[in-house]
C-alpha cells in the first residue's frame, strides 16, 4: 500500500501531476538525461502504470539495456506475456537479465512448458543463466509439481556453482517441499550455514505446512524468531495454517501476538489465516473479532468463518453469520453457497434450504459444479433424492464428486439398487471412481448380498490403479462378510497396511454373523492386545457372537467390561443380544432381572429376543408378555402375532390362537410373505414357497422333490410343526417340500457347478424343518451350501451347520 511507503508517496504526487498536465512527450525535455528518463520509466513500472511507462519507453530518443529490460519486465510482470515477448524480440540485444525477465513472467503465470524451453534457448544462444533465472525456473517447477525438472534445475546449480547461494537454495527449498520431498527440503535448509534470509525461513515453513508436518512448522517458525529474524506477510499464514491442522490454539494465539508486534495485523491476506487458524481451532469467538476488526470485508474470510460455525456444530450461527454478510454487501462467490449448504444437510429446516437454493438459481451460481454438488449432498442428507436427482439432472457438466454425491445420498438412503446403476452409468459415462464411492458401491453390495456383483466392483477398484484406502478396505471386509465369504473378509484384512477400530469390529462381527464365534472372541482380544480400544458396535458383534455360541459365562463379563472397564453405555441392541444369550439358555430369571435393571424402557428389540428365546423353549407365559409388549410397540408387525399363534397351536391353545389370527384379520395385519434368492452369473434369481413363476419352476420341483427322497432315505423326517395348523398331515409335508429356501436349493444343485458353493439368502429366519434338511442335504449331495437368514449366516458342510443348532 502505498500509505505504509514515503519513498513512494513522495514520487506518486509529482507524477500524477504531470499525468493530468502532459503527455508522455512532455516528460522527455532536452534537459531530460537517460539516467532520469530510466528512474521514471522504473518507477512508473513499480507504481504498475504500465500504459504510461510504455508511452513514455515509446517516446524517449535513447533506450539502453535497463530501458529495454524494465520494459520487458514490466509487461511480464503485470501478466502481459505476448507484448513482453514482442518486445523481447524486437530488443537489440538480450542480457541474461533480458532472458531472466521474460522467463520469470511465464514461470510467474504457470506457463512452464514456455519458461523452460526459454531456459533452454538462452543457453542455446551463448547466455548464462543467473541465480535469478534459476530461481524463476524453480518457481514453475514448485507450481505444477514437476519434480523431475527441478532436480535437473538442482544438478545444474551445483554445476554452475548456485547451490549455496540464497535464492537457488529457497527455489530448491520451496520446490522440493511442494513435490512432496520434505525430507530432501530439509537436508537443504540445513546446508545454509547463515540463515538471514526470512524468505528461506518461510519456504521451509510453508514447505512443512503444506506436507502436513504442523509441528515441524510450528517449530520452524520458533526457531526463526529465535534466531532474531523478521517473518514477512506469507510466513505468517503458513504457520497459522500449521496450527490450524494441529489445532494449536494457544501458540497461534502467540504467533497472532507476533503479528500485531510485527506490524502486520491490517493485512487481509494475514486476517484470513487468522480467522481460519481461530476457526479450525474451535476458537470461533476470537475468530469473529478477527473478522470484525477487517477495515475490508473479504469475502474468503467470511467464507471461512462460516465453515468453521459449520464444522463445530453452530448452524444456526452460520446461517446468521450469512445473512449478516448479505447485509455487509460483501460480493458472495462460489465457495459461499456450499458452506451454507452445509448447514442444512441434517436440517429439518427444509423450506429454508429450498429459499437458499431459490437464491442460487437467481444468482446464476448453479452453473457452478461446486454449488450444484453441494445442492446434491444437502438434498441427499435431507433425504430428498427427487431433488437431489434433479439438480444432478440439470448439471451440463458433472464430476466424480457429482456421481458420488448422488449415489451416496442413494446408499444413505437405502436404496442400494440405485445406487448400484447410478455407478454402472458413471462407469459408463467415463468417469473413474474415488475411495468414497467404492466405499459406499461396496457396502451397497454387502446390504444387498450380491456377491458376484461385489467381486466385481472390487475388481474395479484394483484396475482403478487407487492406492490402499482404509475406508475401501473396511467396506471390502464387511461386504465379504456380509455375503457370507468370511474366508475372503480374513485375506484382505490380513492384507491391510493400517486397521482401525473398523476393521477390527468388521471381522468380529463377521465371523459372529458366520457361526464363527469363537474366532469372533479371538479376533476380538487380538484387537485389544493391539491396543484398540473396543466401541460400541464391536460390543455388540462380540454379544452376538457369545449368544449364538451358547457362551453365556463369557458374554456376561464381556456385558461387564463395557460398562466398567471401556465406560460404554449399553444400547438396546446390547441388552437384546443380553436378553437372546440369557433366555436362549433357558436363564429366564436373569434374563427378567436384566430387564428390570435398564434405565430406559426396552424397546421391540429387546422384547423380539426374549420372545423368540420363549418360543424356542416353549416359555408361554413370558412369551406372552413380550408378544403383548410389542402389540403396543409395533402394531403393524406381523412377526409377534405369527409367533405367539404357533406358541398357543404347540400348547394345543388353538382356540387363543384363533383369537390372534382374528385380531391379525381385524387390525389389516399380513405376515410378511417368506422368501429366497440367488445370484447365479450377476442375475438375482427369487422364489417363494410353492412359487410358479420362476422360467424353470418344472425342473425345479423335480428336482426338490428327487431331494426330499433322497434325504428322507438317510433319516430326514419332516417336521410338520413348521408347518401351516389348517391343513392335514399329508398337505403339511407337501408344503414343507416347497419352502422357498428347499426351492433355491434345488435351483443350487441343478446350476452351480459341482464344488461351487450354493449361497441362498432368506428376508426371514430359517424354519426348524429347513435347518434340519440343508444338514442333510449338504451330505448327501456333498455341497457347501451357505444360507443367510434375517439373523446369520448358517454355513451348512457333511450334515453340520456353523450355528451348532444354536440359532
Known amino acids: 500500500m502505498l500509505r505504509g511507503n514515503p519513498r513512494l508517496l513522495s514520487f506518486s504526487r509529482p507524477v500524477c501531476r504531470r499525468r493530468i498536465a502532459f503527455s508522455a512527450g512532455n516528460l522527455v525535455g532536452p534537459a531530460s538525461s537517460l539516467c532520469e528518463l530510466n528512474c521514471t520509466l522504473g518507477e512508473l513500472s513499480r507504481a504498475g502504470r504500465i500504459e504510461d511507462a510504455r508511452n513514455l519507453f515509446d517516446e524517449m530518443p535513447r533506450r539502453d539495456e535497463y530501458t529495454w529490460n524494465t520494459m520487458i519486465g514490466a509487461y511480464a510482470g503485470s501478466g502481459r506475456l505476448a507484448e513482453a515477448r514482442g518486445l523481447f524480440e524486437e530488443a537489440p540485444s538480450k542480457s541474461s537479465i533480458t ?47 514437476l519434480l523431475r525438472k527441478g532436480e535437473q534445475i538442482h544438478g545444474y546449480a551445483i554445476k554452475m556453482r548456485f547451490d549455496l547461494d540464497d535464492f537457488v537454495v529457497t527455489g530448491l527449498v520451496d ?33 512443512y505446512s503444506q506436507s502436513g508436518y504442523g509441528f515441524k512448522a510450528m517449530k520452524c517458525f520458533r526457531d526463526m524468531r529465535s534466531k532474531g529474524i523478521q517473518p514477512n506477510q506469507y510466513t505468517f499464514p503458513s504457520v497459522l495454517t500449521a496450527c490450524g491442522a494441529v489445532s494449536a490454539s494457544d501458540f497461534g494465539a502467540q504467533v497472532h501476538c507476533s503479528i500485531v508486534q510485527s506490524g502486520f495485523g491490517t493485512s487481509s491476506f494475514v486476517q484470513s489465516a487468522l480467522i481460519d487458524m481461530y476457526s479450525k481451532c474451535g476458537n470461533l469467538g476470537n475468530a469473529k473479532i478477527v473478522l470484525e476488526t477487517m477495515e475490508i470485508d473479504d469475502v474468503v474470510s467470511w467464507n471461512t468463518i462460516i465453515v468453521g460455525f459449520v464444522r463445530h456444530g453452530f448452524k444456526e450461527e452460520a446461517l446468521s453469520l450469512f445473512k449478516q454478510m448479505r447485509e455487509n454487501d460483501v460480493k458472495i462467490d462460489h465457495f459461499t453457497y456450499p458452506s451454507v449448504l452445509n448447514s ?32 446434491i449432498d444437502m438434498y441427499a442428507k435431507q433425504s430428498s433424492m427427487d431433488l437431489a436427482f434433479k439438480v444432478f439432472g440439470n448439471m451440463l457438466d458433472r464430476d466424480v464428486i457429482s456421481w458420488t454425491s448422488l449415489i451416496t445420498g442413494y446408499a444413505f438412503n437405502g436404496s442400494y439398487e440405485e445406487a448400484i446403476r447410478l455407478y454402472c452409468n458413471m462407469r459408463i459415462s467415463g468417469i473413474d471412481p474415488d475411495e468414497i464411492v467404492l466405499s459406499n458401491i461396496l457396502s451397497s453390495c454387502g446390504e444387498l448380498t450380491v456377491l458376484e456383483l461385489g467381486q466385481q466392483f472390487h475388481a474395479d477398484f484394483i484396475k482403478s490403479g487407487l492406492s490402499s484406502s482404509l475406508s475401501v478396505d473396511n467396506s471390502l471386509v464387511t461386504m465379504y462378510a456380509k455375503c457370507g465369504n468370511i474366508e475372503a473378509a480374513k485375506l484382505i484384512f490380513d492384507a491391510m497396511e493400517n486397521r482401525n477400530v473398523i476393521s477390527w469390529t468388521a471381522l468380529i462381527v463377521g465371523y459372529a454373523q458366520n457361526g464363527k464365534g469363537k474366532e469372533s472372541l479371538h479376533c476380538y482380544h487380538q484387537m485389544v492386545s493391539c491396543g484398540v480400544k473396543p466401541d460400541y458396535v464391536t460390543f455388540i458383534g462380540i454379544l ?66 426374549l420372545l423368540g428365546a420363549c418360543r424356542a423353549h416353549k416359555n408361554l407365559q413370558l412369551g406372552e408378555r413380550a408378544a403383548k409388549k410389542l ?12 409367533l405367539l399363534a404357533n406358541m398357543y397351536f404347540s400348547a394345543n391353545r388353538t382356540e387363543d390362537a384363533a383369537e390372534i389370527r382374528r385380531m391379525m384379520k381385524s387390525r389389516g395385519i399380513a405376515k410378511e410373505p417368506g422368501f429366497s434368492w440367488m445370484e447365479i452369473n450377476s442375475k438375482v434369481h427369487t422364489f417363494m414357497s410353492e412359487d410358479s413363476a420362476h422360467p424353470r419352476m418344472q425342473d425345479i420341483y423335480s428336482k426338490a422333490d428327487e431331494v426330499i427322497s433322497l434325504i428322507k432315505e438317510v433319516g430326514y423326517i419332516p417336521d410338520t410343526s413348521f408347518a401351516l395348523h389348517d391343513v392335514d398331515e399329508k ?4 408344503g414343507l417340500a416347497y419352502h422357498s429356501e428347499k426351492l433355491a436349493v434345488a435351483f443350487g444343485l441343478l446350476t452351480v457347478p459341482q464344488g461351487g458353493p450354493i449361497r441362498i439368502f432368506k428376508n426371514l429366519r430359517v424354519c426348524g424343518d429347513c435347518h434340519v434338511a440343508m444338514k442333510f ?31
Open 777 to 807: 442335504i449338504s451330505m448327501v449331495f456333498n455341497r457347501h451350501i451357505i444360507l443367510r437368514d434375517s439373523n446369520c449366516f448358517h454355513h451348512f458342510k457333511g450334515g453340520i451347520c456353523s450355528c451348532g443348532d444354536y440359532w
Open 344 to 375: 442444512f444437510a441434517s436440517s429439518e429446516d427444509s423450506q429454508t434450504a429450498k429459499s437458499i437454493h431459490c437464491m442460487i438459481i437467481k444468482t446464476g451460481f448453479e452453473a457452478y459444479k461446486l454449488v450444484s454438488n453441494a445442492l
Open 731 to 734: 398337505g403339511k409335508e407337501l
Open 99 to 145: 532472458w531472466s525477465s521474460l522467463i520469470s513472467g511465464f514461470a510467474r503465470l504457470g506457463h512452464a512448458d514456455e519458461a523452460f524451453r526459454l531456459f533452454g534457448q538462452m543457453q542455446l544462444e551463448g547466455r548464462q543463466p543467473s541465480q535469478f533465472t534459476l530461481g524463476s525456473v524453480l518457481r514453475a517447477c514448485s507450481m505444477m509439481g
Open 631 to 642: 402389540f403396543m410397540l409395533e402394531p403393524m408387525n406381523a412377526a409377534p402375532y405369527v
Open 175 to 207: 520446490m522440493y517441499a511442494k513435490c512432496k520431498l520434505i525430507i530432501k527440503a530439509e537436508c537443504l535448509f540445513e546446508t545454509v550455514p547463515e540463515k538471514g534470509n526470512p524468505v528461506l525461513w518461510t519456504a521451509m515453513v510453508t514447505g
Open 544 to 609: 452376538f457372537a457369545c449368544s449364538h455360541a451358547g457362551l453365556v459365562e463369557e458374554g456376561c463379563r464381556y456385558f461387564d467390561s463395557m460398562i466398567d472397564i471401556y465406560r460404554i453405555k449399553p444400547g438396546p441392541e446390547h441388552y437384546a443380544c443380553m436378553i437372546d444369550l440369557l433366555g436362549r439358555s433357558g436363564r429366564f430369571k436373569e434374563a427378567e432381572e436384566l430387564l428390570d435393571k435398564m434405565a430406559e424402557e426396552p424397546d421391540a428389540t429387546v422384547w423380539k429376543a
